[in-house]
C-alpha cells in the first residue's frame, strides 16, 4: 500500500472556497483506480491521508488532472502545503 500524506494551512477567509474544491476531490477519489481509504484529522485546518493499492496506481493518481487541479488550489489558496508519500501495509 501506498500512502499520500496532505498537510495545508488554510487561511480562515479562504476556507468556504476551499471547502467546495475538497467536496469535489474526495467525491472523485473515492472512484479512482486502487483507492483504498480516506482518512481527515479534523483536527487540523487540513491533513488527509490516502491509502492507495500499491506504488503503480499511486504514481497514476498522483500525475493524474484531477490531482494537479486539486494540488493547484491548495497551492493558490494555503499558506503552507506540505504533501508526502510513504508505503504501509494493512
Known amino acids: 500500500m501506498k500512502c499520500i ?5 488554510i487561511p480562515n477567509e479562504k476556507k468556504p472556497e476551499f471547502y467546495q474544491n475538497k467536496i469535489q476531490f474526495i467525491n472523485e477519489l ?5 483507492y483504498v481509504d480516506f482518512k481527515e484529522d479534523l ?8 491509502t492507495i ?7 497514476e ?3 493524474s488532472d484531477h490531482f494537479h487541479f486539486f494540488q493547484g488550489a491548495l497551492k ?9 508519500t510513504y508505503s504501509t501495509e494493512i
Open 5 to 9: 500524506d496532505i498537510n495545508a494551512n
Open 53 to 59: 493499492e500499491d506504488e503503480k496506481k499511486c504514481n
Open 43 to 50: 483536527r487540523k485546518d487540513f491533513h488527509i491521508v490516502i
Open 30 to 34: 473515492t472512484n479512482q483506480d486502487g
Open 76 to 84: 493558490t489558496i494555503s499558506h503552507n502545503i506540505e504533501i508526502k
Open 61 to 63: 493518481f498522483m500525475n
